[in-house]
């Protein structure tokens, strides 16, 4: 199995400043003969489920603010919040749907200080 | 827009098959670019990838959980459906069902989501 480690586990941030969260696959997930990253972010709010932010590490999917990126190539991946807003307070997950079974980052909370 | 819900049993005994279904609405389970999943989180925890299956009924579980899981599809009811057999306390999660977009063959990532359902495995 691929595993994901994510850091930190928490993070705390100020309103307006920059969040960046790691990621990091046990092997890599770069798919060489079309050049992607098979990795995608999700967000997750308290008492909902998560939501697709990123898919192929850096596509961002459809309604995500332009406040998030992602970037990040082979095994080293990263979630960037460019100014955090107060409705970005959830748990931000990676995962690797390179190969089966899918696997998930432990998750890394986002707070505002 | 695409919707998916899930239903069943809030409470499984344990020893017990848990049994949930998903309701697609918004959208055709039988669409050619879709996988359907199953994801859980035990309460304060991370996620879990259970297994998906394709309308053909390819499937693909996680192999920790191979020997107790079948996940299901019935394309005239627009469902698809998780057993989990011998459910012990380790299986009290939050169940989420959720629509994979198929990149490669059977690769997927989940862009569609329930809101998940709390089953609890207690006497």
């Known amino acids: 199995d691929i595993v994901m480690t994510q850091s930190p586990d928490s993070l705390t941030v100020s309103l307006g400043e920059r969040a960046t969260i790691n990621c990091k696959s046990s092997?890599?997930?770069?798919?060489?003969?079309?050049?992607?990253?098979?990795l995608a972010w999700y967000q997750q709010k308290p008492g909902q489920p998560p939501k697709l932010l990123f898919y192929w590490a850096s596509t961002r999917e459809s309604g995500v603010p332009d406040r998030f990126s992602g970037s990040g190539s082979g095994t080293d991946f990263t979630l960037t919040i460019s100014s955090l807003q107060a409705e970005d307070v959830a748990i931000y997950y990676c995962q690797q749907y390179f190969s089966t079974p899918y696997t998930f980052g432990q998750g890394t909370k986002l707070e505002i200080k | 827009q695409l919707q998916l819900q899930e239903s069943g049993p809030g409470l499984v005994k344990p020893s017990e098959t848990l049994s949930l279904t998903c309701t697609v609405s918004g959208g055709s389970i039988s669409s050619s670019d879709s996988y359907w999943g199953w994801i859980r989180q035990p309460p304060g925890k991370g996620l879990e990838w259970i297994g998906s299956?394709?309308?053909?009924?390819?499937?693909y579980y996680n192999p920790s959980l191979k020997s107790r899981v079948t996940i299901s599809v019935d394309a005239s009811k627009n469902q698809f459906s998780l057993t989990l057999s011998s459910a012990t306390a380790a299986d009290t999660a939050v169940y989420y069902c959720a629509r994979g977009m198929i990149v490669l063959v059977r690769l997927h990532y989940f862009d569609s989501w329930g809101q998940g359902t709390l089953v609890t495995v207690s006497s």
């Open positions: 299956i394709h309308n053909s009924g390819s499937t």
């Open positions: 092997q890599s997930v770069l798919y060489y003969s079309n050049n992607k990253n098979y």
